[in-house]
């Protein structure tokens, strides 16, 4: 699996070179080898993926959703028999242990698995309304649709919508990470042996200007995005300023509130998955604890756990972050909290210089003073958690509340009453008790709170979210005139 691979736009159901000929190279953020080449698209790659998107979208609009849901059902068994090839094409280009892979093509399965059960429940609404007069409504697909995905989940977060939006009748074209392009470039091989048509799906890879090109494209008319706030909001402003339909997930600074009640064991082991699994970087990540009251305790019990992980892809390690620019960045927080009176309770710097090649960095753990250090406020997206020292409830969910990204919280404690407290006063759209990665699955979406950092345009995404947005709603009402059991001859 090693072998350097070539990743080519995916593209009428034929892996084609990019129009300009330009490849890039991607690079194992274990030992910075090259792992494969990938293609650099522009927008005539693009419209070579809608065109054939377009010419193959009437047939497949025209079969019915269960025969759609057919593909997908096979998708799945395929997906399940390939998994671990799918996972260690994971591990290679994101870096994650091959644990953490396999977990990822599995829960990307499950949106598959869910995709299935469409015809069950994308069939709509029917009820005579009046009198002689029914209404029903009807899941129309929308047509061409872009969807842009990041390189902490390679293979899971195109599942959250690619499945989804073909079985409701849509041609996808996929805008892979250029970080990560390889198993999505496997992927496309299953979906065109599970049945569907060439043409319906499509991968175009590529950094900005692919980017661009699927969001002016005319013909595409939704855009799903997952990955920055930053390039989450000019995403939503340059698909809305076109008119489109636009759902772009952006970061997030999840914040965990540890009551003194809370079972320290099970609240170590919780918050230590919870911000080194995946190394950090996934928008769902712990990144800041607060602690009701002093807890020395707890923190200990969270610096040992995290002090037994060790540097590598197996079990019971954690891998490196994506690249150079990346760990130079995580490296900047922990030196500049240091620098400003912040305690360094673990220190996983020491792992650059352990590991002479890749992009490595160890679990860290900071106990901050002020709540103002940079630290506390960015994303850091890496295996790093701040830790502030608060005197009740309150304070905690105003620290919370101020924050400008809405994608999760939790609260620790044994006490229903205060988790349902906590539940109903956190600002996040994902909420979580006792649970570190407060991820809905299916039919339950995932998206964070509207008008923050964390989500721009409309719906969620995976789950009925996902269902809704890669559909519209057709509103049908009838009306026949009186029907004259006199006349009944002259349909014998």
């Known amino acids: 699996m090693a072998e350097q691979r070539q990743c080519d736009n995916f593209i009428g159901g034929v892996f084609v070179a990019p129009a300009g000929g330009e490849y890039m190279d991607v690079t194992s953020p274990a030992d910075g080898s090259v792992c494969a080449k990938v293609a650099v698209s522009g927008t005539a790659d693009v419209d070579a993926a809608v ?16 025969s759609r849901a057919a593909c997908m059902f096979k998708l799945h068994h395929l997906v399940q028999e390939h998994a671990l090839e799918l996972a260690t094409l994971c591990t290679l280009e994101n870096g994650k242990t091959i644990a953490e892979s396999l977990a990822e093509v599995a829960k990307g399965n499950e949106t598959i698995e869910w995709a299935c059960s469409l015809p069950q429940l994308a069939q709509g609404n029917i009820l005579q309304v009046s009198r002689g007069v029914m209404c029903h409504d009807e899941n129309e697909p929308l047509g061409v649709v872009g969807c842009i995905v990041p390189f902490n989940f390679p293979f899971m977060v195109p599942c959250w919508t690619t499945p989804i939006a073909l079985t409701m009748g849509n041609a996808v074209v996929l805008k892979t990470s250029e970080k990560a ?12 042996e599970a049945g569907v048509p060439d043409g319906v799906f499509s991968i175009v890879h590529g950094t900005v200007d692919a980017v661009n090109a699927v969001c002016d494209h005319e013909d595409i008319c939704a855009v799903s995005f997952v990955g920055s706030s930053r390039v989450a909001r000019i995403v939503h402003q340059r698909c809305s300023a076109l008119g489109k339909r636009v759902l772009a997930l952006g970061g997030a600074k999840n914040h965990l509130v540890a009551l003194p009640d809370c079972d320290v064991a099970m609240t ?3 918050i230590v998955s919870s ?27 969270v610096v040992a756990k995290a002090s037994e992980l060790t540097a590598g892809q197996g079990a019971g390690n954690l891998g490196p972050v994506i690249d150079e620019a990346s760990q130079k960045r995580i490296l900047s927080y922990i030196e500049e909290a240091e620098a400003g009176g912040a305690k360094i309770l673990l220190d996983g710097r020491s792992w650059q210089s352990a590991q002479p090649k890749g992009t490595w960095l160890g679990p860290t753990v900071i106990l901050h003073t002020k709540k103002t250090d940079r630290a506390l406020q960015d994303e850091i997206f890496g295996p790093v958690l701040s830790v502030l020292e608060v005197p009740d409830r309150e304070t905690a969910i105003a620290i919370e509340n101020a924050h400008p990204a809405g994608n999760a919280a939790s609260v620790y404690t044994n006490s229903g009453a205060a988790a349902d407290w906590f539940s109903h006063h956190f600002r996040a759209s994902q909420i979580g008790v006792n649970v570190g990665v407060a991820v809905p699955r299916e039919p339950f979406s995932f998206g964070g ?3 923050t950092i964390s989500k721009f345009g409309e719906h969620d995404i995976t789950g009925t979210g996902a269902m809704n947005f890669f559909s519209q709603k057709r509103k049908i009402t009838t009306k026949w005139s009186k029907f004259d059991m006199g006349d009944a001859a002259q349909f014998k």
Do not use: H, N
């Open 268 to 270: 170590a082991a919780d």
């Open 449 to 451: 709170m509207y008008g």
């Open 275 to 301: 911000f080194c699994g995946c190394a950090g970087q996934r928008c769902m990540a712990a990144s800041v604890l607060l602690t009701v009251t002093a807890q020395p305790g707890l923190l200990d019990e």
């Open 181 to 192: 392009p390889m198993a999505m470039t496997r992927f496309a091989e299953l979906v065109k």
């Open 51 to 66: 065109t054939a998107a377009k010419k193959a979208l009437p047939q497949w609009k025209g079969l019915t959703i269960k």
